[in-house]
């Protein structure tokens, strides 16, 4: 079953030395009691870096434990729920492989596939690990955001509920490659066509093509 293993959110604002506003909010913990999420995101979490977190497409960030028993062997390291800075921390559903614009109901919280999360300097500069964004790409392993489209509460435990899938074979990892290279025709064509494709990849994915 799919479903949610750990609910993390917040713990402090902590310095980001290097960054260009100062602090980050990656620092996510998992938190024991249920919480309303909306399209500003969960309660009690918070983004620091609006410019680049802020849209209602980065509400809420999933990522599978699945990834992290992968990234816990290369990094010969253990890595608890939340490090990454996601709000989920899931079993049994492939975030990277997913179809954008797929429809997830988590609790009484209904949500949406929107963009996988590309790694920033804050990330390296957090987990410690050299040329970690380069690593980060590299392994295919991003995680997916979700928007909320209609507001509720969920919690560790809920069960992942499909309830639709989009009529097109796009996935948050057709959709990363668009920003992290190893681009193909096909692969641009595919993504700036797509319906569910968020507006500022579209721009980018025909910019690619124009100049290919």
Same mark, same amino acid.
């Given at each position: ?83 990454? #800075? ?5 079993? /049994?559903? +492939? ?9 997830? !109901?988590? %609790? =009484? ?11 920033? #300097? ?5 987990? /410690?690990? +050299? ?9 295919? !392993?991003? %995680? =997916? ?11 560790? #435990? ?18 990363? !490659?668009?920003? =992290? ?32």
């Amino acid at each position: 079953m799919a479903s949610v293993i750990s609910l993390n959110v917040v713990h402090a604002e902590i310095p980001d030395v290097g960054g260009s506003i100062g602090v980050t909010s990656i620092d996510k913990r998992p938190v024991a009691d249920r919480r309303e999420v909306t399209t500003d995101g969960v309660a009690g979490d918070q983004r620091s870096d609006m410019k680049h977190h802020g849209h209602t497409d980065h509400a809420v960030y999933a990522y599978g434990v699945e990834d992290y028993e992968w990234w816990s062997e290369q990094l010969g390291r253990e890595l608890n729920a939340g490090v990454f #800075g996601e709000n989920l921390s899931t079993v /049994g559903v +492939d975030w990277n492989a997913i179809q954008v614009g797929t429809v997830v !109901r988590i %609790g =009484t919280a209904v949500l949406q596939v929107s963009t996988p999360r590309i790694p920033c #300097g804050s990330f390296q500069r957090w987990l /410690g690990e +050299d040329q970690w964004v380069k690593r980060f790409n590299e392994a295919g !392993r991003w %995680g =997916t955001y979700l928007r909320v489209l209609e507001p509720g509460e969920l919690g560790t #435990g809920d069960e992942i509920i499909f309830e639709s899938h989009p009529n097109h074979d796009v996935s948050i990892t057709d959709i990363a !490659r668009v920003y =992290t290279g190893a681009r193909v025709e096909e692969q641009l064509k595919r993504v700036a066509a797509c319906i569910d494709t968020p507006e500022d990849t579209r721009i980018k994915a025909e910019t690619a093509l124009a100049n290919l």
